[in-house]
């Protein structure tokens, strides 16, 4: 019986880990874009390439992560 219990705390952790990285995704782009405008010491388009890779792979891995979390 308590091996139900862990997987669904194993699928809650991978849940909010999920949640966690989508989020983070979020606020890294919203920070690249308002910092390249606003700081405009760097090359623009280098910091829009690279932020959005990450962006894109903290997105993909949490979306990927709360799908095996499951559904609450």
């Known amino acids: ?4 219990n862990g997987m669904k705390k194993k699928h809650r952790i991978f849940r909010e880990i999920g949640r966690v990285a989508v989020n983070f995704g979020n606020l890294t782009f919203a920070s690249l874009v308002l910092g390249s405008i606003i700081k ?4 623009k388009l280098a910091i829009l390439l690279v932020g ?6 903290l997105i993909t891995s ?3 992560l709360l799908t ?4 609450e």
Do not use: A, F, R, T
């Open 1 to 4: 019986m308590s091996g139900g």
């Open 40 to 43: 405009g010491d760097y090359d």
């Open 52 to 57: 959005g890779c990450v962006v894109v792979l």
């Open 62 to 64: 949490g979306i990927v």
């Open 68 to 71: 095996i979390g499951g559904e």
